[in-house]
């Protein structure tokens, strides 16, 4: 990053053109901007941040990451921009930056979980699940394109290594994939990255995704370390578990880099560079056929080109076999020099060789763009394909569907109690108006969305499951969210002055205290059903305060 860098490249939210919400998670939400394209070309989105997560952000770190980019060569800027959701652009309100730009998901990295179903964005936990579980959902992956996968993303941390870029939350939920038209890799949530030892946001860890107990989490070995448990997840077809003999069996000499990976020990862990020579020589040599595994009914197969399609129009009732087909992306912008940034109505001052036109665009659109789209920039909406068969299969196969889309909606919630936590210790301490606005934003959000979570659960199909596992998770949420509005009633009431004995002994603390318990109660009765469903299937366990 620059030492003395300008302004960050900023604009109002007022100016944006928020089309159409494309997904929502513990950090907020994420938006289609209709009125503007990078480069006329790619569609642009916008991460709205939510209350709890603005008070933990860190805005001159994001706009350094906005500069960053511009301090690039042509190709590397240009480089980022196809492989990475990387912000472009501040978005500020009138108290600050509440979020930023970036390109949205390329349509290459959607799938389709079930004719008519809208597209999902193609985290890798949709292949950490046996041969078995994707070919009922439709999906073939050959163990050529496994090797593939590995070495194009590989090659993307190698390179952001050399960029002091630590991808610090690896996790199959922060990267997508593509097996047309070719096999290659996206990373979003790059907020979260470490960018020259600076972070925008504090450290998070996805759960089963976590280094050995102690060990910083900015650093290239840890980078290494998960990227291990990815290659042996991949080929072990579990979304947990480290066990390297599928992968042995596949590649011995990258098996190996992965048992080094996996050391305790940082510094006995190869770097990222010595990965790629043994990646390729593995794609050279893997099978180009899938597995052959048994299924009935026969899935399609993914690897067909895409036909023609026009907007998803409304779900229709599950089928007989699942359709996952992959879209093609838009045009790419051509090689060589890049432009400069132009925004409706704001003219930004540019540092180094590397810029974007941020252009203005009308209603025309063009074929197989984002427009299509229904749901996906946030990892917390990708789900695992999970929710796509149907009766006709055996008992046992809808059983593991049905878990594996309750465990993708229980994923959902993760990070809600951790905002609502910090929120209610500052309205503990009466800090004065503004904060305890803050306060009651974190506790609304959080109540509306126990409040969404209710409606998906209660839309799921869930009949193979035992009816106490989801009778107890949604009266542990709709418990969670009367306390949520509870706290919010008191953070506004208190708002004109309290004291911390004041707000402890009012009616709306002793209501929420009364709804925590309730809730406490049924998510620990909840956890008690769940986890031996869980562990069956290879499906994160939980403690009941992760619900």
């Known amino acids: 990053m620059s030492d003395s860098p300008g302004p960050a490249a900023d604009i109002s939210v007022d100016r944006l053109n928020k089309e159409r919400e494309l997904g929502s998670g513990g950090e907020g939400k994420v938006w289609a901007v209709a009125n503007f394209r990078i480069n006329n070309k790619w569609p642009m989105a916008y991460k709205e941040y939510k209350a709890a ?52 998901i390329p349509d290459a990295f959607f799938i389709e979980p079930a004719p008519g179903a809208p597209p999902k964005a193609a985290g890798f936990e949709f292949l950490l699940n046996g041969d078995g579980y994707l070919g009922r959902i439709g999906l073939s992956i050959t163990p050529r394109q496994r090797f593939e996968l590995l070495l194009d993303f590989a090659r993307t941390l190698d390179r952001l290594d050399g960029m002091e870029v630590v991808l610090r939350d690896l996790s199959p939920k922060n990267v997508l994939f593509s097996l047309w038209p070719r096999t290659t890799c996206f990373v979003i949530d790059c907020d979260s990255m470490v960018v020259g030892g600076r972070e925008a946001l504090p450290a998070t860890q996805t759960g089963g995704w976590s280094l050995p107990e102690g060990e910083r989490t900015d650093t290239a070995e840890g980078v290494v370390h998960k990227f291990a448990l990815l290659a042996a997840r991949l080929f072990l077809g579990e979304q947990d578990g480290a066990d390297l003999g599928p992968l042995r069996a596949a590649d011995p000499a990258v098996a190996a880099l992965a048992e080094r990976a996996l050391s305790p020990d940082p510094a006995a862990r ?85 810029s974007l036109d941020l252009g203005p665009f009308g209603d025309s659109g063009t074929p197989g763009t984002s427009a299509e789209r229904t749901s996906g920039q946030d990892t917390s909406d990708v789900s695992d394909g999970s929710s796509t068969a149907d009766g006709s299969g055996s008992a046992e196969g809808e059983r593991e569907t049905q878990a594996n889309a309750l465990d993708s909606l229980v994923r959902e919630n993760d990070g809600n109690r951790g905002s609502v936590a910090a929120a209610v210790l500052v309205l503990t301490k009466c800090p004065g108006s503004g904060e305890l606005a803050s306060a009651k934003d974190v506790f609304d959000e959080a109540g509306d969305e126990r409040d969404r979570l209710v409606g998906e659960l209660e839309s799921l199909s869930v009949d193979e499951l035992p009816s106490e596992v989801t009778s107890d998770l949604r009266a ?49 009765d909840f956890v008690a059903g769940w986890n031996p469903v869980a562990e069956q299937y290879g499906l994160r366990t939980l403690a009941w305060d992760e619900v």
Not at 63 to 92: I, N
Not at 487 to 511: F, I, N
């Open 53 to 104: 997560t603005r008070l933990r952000l860190r805005p001159e770190v994001l706009g350094d990451m906005v500069r960053y980019l511009t301090e690039q060569p042509a190709d590397t800027g240009e480089w980022l921009s196809e492989h990475t959701s990387w912000p472009l652009m501040l978005v500020t309100d009138g108290t600050g930056v509440c979020g930023y730009l970036m390109r949205q």
């Open 270 to 354: 190869p770097t990222m560079a010595a990965w790629l020579g043994p990646l390729a020589a593995a794609v050279e040599s893997a099978p180009v056929v899938p597995n052959r595994v048994t299924v009935t009914p026969t899935p399609t197969v993914v690897n067909s080109p895409p036909e023609p399609t026009g907007p998803p129009g409304p779900a229709r009732a599950r089928t007989s076999s699942a359709h996952i087909r992959p879209r093609p992306g838009p045009s790419q912008p051509s090689k060589g020099r890049a432009g400069r940034w132009v925004a409706a109505l704001v003219a930004v001052a540019l540092f180094g060789a590397w």
């Open 476 to 524: 542990g949420w709709e418990a969670s969210a009367a306390a949520d509005r509870a706290y919010a009633r008191l953070a506004e009431d208190m708002a004109d002055g309290c004291t911390p004995e004041q707000v402890t002994s009012s009616s709306d603390w002793d209501e929420a205290t009364e709804q925590n318990t309730l809730a406490t109660t049924a998510k620990k």
